[in-house]
Every structure is written in C-alpha cells, then in structure tokens.
C-alpha cells in the first residue's frame, strides 16, 4: 500500500521512485527543525564554574561550587542576623526539600552570606543548628567581600547595607546538574517548590 | 580535524561515482567514449582516496606521540588549581573594582501617616509627611568608611527642612576597631544605634517619644557630632562590643535640643561609652545586653550665661531578637546639676518595654513607656517636649512586599506634669500640646 503510494509514472510510462525524494524532504524537515527548535541554547548562561571561588562552609572547610555539579543546585543569599525576609526563604528550601525527597532526587542547597563581615563559619553553623537545619546538602557559605560582591552580581541578587542590616529581597537562582543556571525564584514565585 | 574533513569529503566522491553510475536512462544512450571517460575517473578518485587514506592515517600515527609528548610536559595539577584560584580572584577583584567605579546608589527610605493626632507632634491631626530620607555610603576604599544620611522631614512647625541626620567619615583598623569622626547616632541603648532614621528598618511605627530624634520630641541627645570609637570582640559563645565616644556639648535651641554641628561656642563637651554582649548559640541565642551612659554640659541660647547643666546618664538595656521574637527594653537614670541659678542635683528616670512576636502574617507588638522627668531640672523644663509621660501602644505590622510595609498603631499618651509658661518657653496648653490623648495611627513606609 505505502510503496503503491510512492510509485509514479514518468512521461514514457517509467515508473520513477520517491524514495529518494521523500528521503531528500524529509533530511530538509529534520534540518529545518533543528534550526527552529535547539536543543538547548545555554549561551548566555551562568554555570556554577564561571562563579568566584574561595568559599568555605560552616565548617570552616572549602566548598568549590563548580564541584558541585552533578545534581541540581538551588543558590540564595541571606545573613545570619536577618529576622524577616530570610527565614521565609529557610522556609521555602525546606519546603523545596521535602519535595526532592518524595522524588528521591538529591539536591544541593546553598546559602551564600551576605555580610562576610558578621557571616563567619562559626555564625553560620550556630544558625543552622539553632534552626535545625542539619542535612549534609545544605551548604551555608561564607566568602571574601570581593567574592561575595561578584557573586550577587553574576546572579542577580542586589542588596545593600544600612549600617549593620542588609538590604535586599528574596531570591533564589536553580542550577540544573551540569551547573547552567535554569530558573530563577522570587517574590512572584508564590511557591518556590513549584518551580522544581 | 583532517580526518574529520576527509570523511565527508569520500562520501561525496562516491555519492558522485554512484550517481554518476546510477543514471540508467543517460548510460543507455552514452557512447563507448563516455564509459572509458567515466572508467578513467572513476580511477582517478579511487587514487586520490587510497592517497588521503594513506595520510590520515600518517597523521593519527602521529598524534599519540604528541599526546605523550604534551602529558610529559603537563605542570603540578595543584600548581595549576592554584593559578587557577590566583586568576580567579584577580577577575572577581576586577569586577568588584570596575563595579565599585561605576557610580554612588542611592537608597533610601520614605514615609507617610494619617491620624487623629501627628504620630510626633500631637496638636497636629490628618494626614502628614514623615520623611524623606537618603542614604549614601560611598566606597572610597578598603579601610576607609564614609556614610551620610540626607532627610527631608517636616518639622515641629509643619514645614519641611533638610536635615543631614548623619555624616561620618572613618577608617576601619580591623574589625575589632573603627574609630569614625562626623555627626554620629549616640551610642546609647539599642534603638537608636539599631533602627535610625529609616521607619521602615523597625516594627513599631514610631520610636519612644523620650527617645526620638531631638526635633521629633525626644529628650536625649540621639545625635553627637565628635569622635567615635566602636568595635567588636569575637568570643565563642557571642561577640563583645564597645563603643567610646567624646563631642561637643548639646545646646537646648527654642526649647529643642541642638547637637551643635558646627562646633559649639563654650567649649562645652559630651563623652560617654557603652559596652554590650550579644549572644550567638545556646539558650541564651539571640540575646544582647549592655550598659551605657555619658556626661554632657549643655548650655541653652540665652546670649548671657548660657551654661546650664551638667547632665549625667546611666542606662542598661536588654534585647532578644530571634525570628520569632522582639523583646527590647531601655532604661535609664539621670543624675543631672545645675550650673545656673540655684545650685542642686536633679533625679530622672525613663524607660520603655516592648515586646513583638514576628509571625508569617505580620509583627504585632505592645510598648509601655514612662518617662518621669524632674521639671525643677532645666534641662527638661527648658524643652518643649520635656513633660513626664506614660503611653502604652499596641501596633502591627504587615509587609506588602519586600521594600514596603504598612503598621497601624493605637495608643493612649498622658502627661504627668503641669507645665505652666516660664521666661524660656511657652506653657504645653499655649503650645496646644493636650495633657492625654488617644491616637489611631497609620504609616505607610517604603525602602528604595
């Protein structure tokens, strides 16, 4: 049926085969569709390699975030001392967390301070022991000032400082398993675990 | 990337041949001719492939002993990681440079009220201005630290002044030390080192009146121009921070208090310190203490005999501020001598609780201040806003989003003192100050 479809006949009563042309249309389809649709265009696309380096953990150990690449990554930026925007972030990742569990997928939290200043290591780890945030994939982090500054700057967190209290909003920026920026979360976002 | 070329290049050589040989219809009517031109070629292209095939594969012999060559010749994998790292810090140092050259943002907070009284003034009614208020903190460096804080604000008299509320320039030793010179907050307590000119920055709606800012009724000299000298001190269970300070001595100007930020004219001084502790970890998470006071000669703005008082405080504090909680309480006692007129010693106190439970839905918070101010003290009597007072205030707080927040306030205000006119100023009944009154208060305040 399909060959008899395929089939013509030229002006000498030849039989002449499409399938060489049906192949050429359908190569001009596929390519034509490669053209419109990309597989995925990541140009322009911060990767969690092109970011400052230099971060240590509440632990004080270091904490490349390159290195972490291989499951997917969720980045924010918080200090220690904040009592009103931050929590409610610390509340959207532990909400986003129990919905990777259910999936039984691992992913990689990260909490950048703001305030390297007052946001030391040990600050860090009284935070997420007084909040109970105990799991080994939550990465509270603490850099340089100039490493800090960079970071906001390459994500898109602003922020700033009056006197001792930081100025900033809620964010926070997904990164897919091989560290390309994916998403990002803010205050539109009515649930950040939607978004996972 | 030879070999690369060549493998489409044989597909079209005999994509080409077989075209060529595939032409049924042409190959029928071609001559003899044609088939040995057609043989010929298709000689010539079987040579020229076995030749490329000869050097592709001349070439890929090659290229492990380059690969060899090229591994023998790799440097220290952790010298490399630390180059690395060099360079990267050196771009993100750059970046940070370029940026930091590229201007001064300017932030800021803004403010507006309505109610049955002036939030500050409360012989005024409606809808009033707060302020309007810029906050510059430019980067001239790694230890050198400037900040100002420009207001517009409407003043006692309901017209609008300029007022730069702050300006400090200083240089940061370390973070143990940064001694600062300009016009400073008074380090004295919490709130007025805490929460400064910017409403929205606190819960409540307003400051305690006794400790508001001098030319919004508040009595104390929340503002020193001089030197200041603050640091913190980290421990293992918290940080230790001092403050020591030393300025010019406050005038009372029109029965408000001056800080004298041109310098004053008698030589009078203010010096003073503050020590505190602020816990980090354990029960006592979230806590700060401390204890505070300074002596202060002030003059008023009579042109003959101007001193005034030797005014003395002392005061201790106590904050517990979590995510779930604020609790702030000031206190503190005033031992005050006349230096004019007849010669004495004058005791004050005022203090003020308030306690705040920060849920997901908004800040709701209750305050009780009470100020019991000696009146044969002149340097209460001489200022307008000078009465002792209770008020208690019930408030709340919701942020409509991250840069704005709306709180609503009820509070009753009695005044304790009978204030008749003097040869200074004016009674509180002439100045249309009522002795109690209950307030119903909204403020609408921003952060840009």
């Given amino acids: ?196 | 990337m030879l070999h690369k070329l060549l493998t489409p290049a044989r597909a079209i050589v005999l994509g080409v041949i077989l075209s060529t040989a595939s032409l049924p219809a042409a190959a029928d009517s071609a001559t003899d001719a044609k088939l040995e031109e057609l043989q010929r070629k298709l000689d010539q292209s079987l040579k020229m492939i076995e030749a490329l095939g000869a050097r592709v594969k001349e070439l890929e012999g090659h290229a492990p002993n380059a690969a060899v060559a090229a591994a023998g010749a790799a440097p220290d994998p952790r010298r490399l990681e630390a180059v690395e790292q060099k360079v990267s810090e050196i771009e993100t140092a750059n970046a940070t440079r370029q940026a930091d050259d590229s201007g001064l943002p300017i932030h800021g907070f803004a403010d507006v009220n309505v109610g049955n009284h002036n939030l500050y003034f409360p012989y005024a009614k409606g809808t009033n201005v707060g302020s309007l208020d810029f906050y510059l903190a430019p980067k001239l460096g790694d230890r050198v630290v400037s900040l100002a804080e420009l207001i517009f604000e409407t003043g006692p008299d309901g017209h609008v002044g300029t007022d730069l509320e702050r300006f400090q320039i200083g240089y940061q030793f370390n973070d143990q030390a940064t001694v600062w010179v300009g016009r400073f907050h008074t380090p004295y307590g919490y709130v007025n080192t805490a929460l400064h000119h910017g409403v929205w920055l606190a819960d409540a709606l307003r400051r305690p009146k006794f400790i508001n800012f001098e030319d919004k009724g508040g009595v104390m000299p929340a503002h020193t121009v001089g030197v200041w000298v603050t640091g913190a001190l980290r421990e293992a269970d918290g940080k230790f921070l001092y403050d020591f300070y030393a300025g010019n001595g406050q005038q009372i100007q029109g029965g408000t208090l001056d800080m004298q930020t041109g310098g004053n004219l008698h030589g009078a001084a203010i010096a003073g310190a503050r020590l505190s502790f602020q816990f980090n970890g354990g029960a006592a998470d979230g806590l700060m203490v401390g204890v505070n006071g300074f002596t202060d000669k002030v003059n008023d703005d009579r042109t003959t005999n101007p001193t005034l008082v030797r005014l003395n405080m002392m005061g201790a504090y106590a904050v517990y501020d979590t995510d779930t909680w604020e609790h702030i309480v000031e206190a503190y006692s005033f031992h005050d001598k006349n230096l004019n007129g007849s010669p004495g010693t004058h005791r004050s106190e005022a203090w003020f609780a308030q306690f705040g439970y920060r849920a997901r839905w908004g800040v709701p918070y209750v305050r009780y201040e009470r100020a019991m101010l000696d009146q044969s003290d002149a340097y209460f009597n001489e200022q307008t806003f000078g009465a002792s007072y209770y008020r208690s205030a019930l408030g709340v707080r919701f942020d409509i989003n991250a840069k704005s927040s709306i709180k609503f306030e009820i509070a009753h205000t009695r005044n304790t003192d009978d204030r008749p006119a003097t040869d200074y100023r004016p009674s509180d009944a002439e100045i249309g100050l009522p002795q109690q009154f209950d307030e119903i208060l909204a403020q609408y305040a921003v952060r840009f």
């Fill in chain 1, 1 to 196: 049926m399909f060959k008899g479809r395929c089939t013509l006949k030229d002006d000498t009563g030849k039989r002449v085969s499409l399938h060489r042309s049906a192949m050429m249309c359908c190569v001009a389809a596929l390519t034509l569709l490669a053209v419109w649709c990309p597989a995925e265009d990541l140009r322009g696309s911060v990767n969690l390699g092109e970011l400052p380096q230099g971060w240590h953990d509440d632990r004080s150990r270091d904490l490349a975030l390159a290195g972490l690449r291989g499951h997917r990554v969720i980045l924010t930026m918080a200090y220690a001392s904040c009592h009103r925007l931050c929590p409610a972030t610390m509340d959207e990742f532990k909400r986003m967390q129990r919905v990777v569990d259910a999936r039984g997928e691992i992913v990689d939290f990260v909490i950048v301070g703001y305030d390297p200043k007052n946001d030391s290591p040990a600050v860090w780890h009284q935070y997420r022991l007084s909040r109970g945030l105990n799991r080994d994939n939550w990465h509270f982090l603490s850099g340089s000032h100039a490493a800090t500054l960079q970071l906001a700057r390459q994500l898109g967190f602003p922020f700033w400082t009056y006197d001792e209290h930081v100025m900033h909003e809620p964010r926070a920026v997904i990164f897919d398993t091989r560290g390309f920026q994916r998403a990002v979360l803010g205050s539109r976002n009515s649930r950040w675990s939607d978004a996972l």
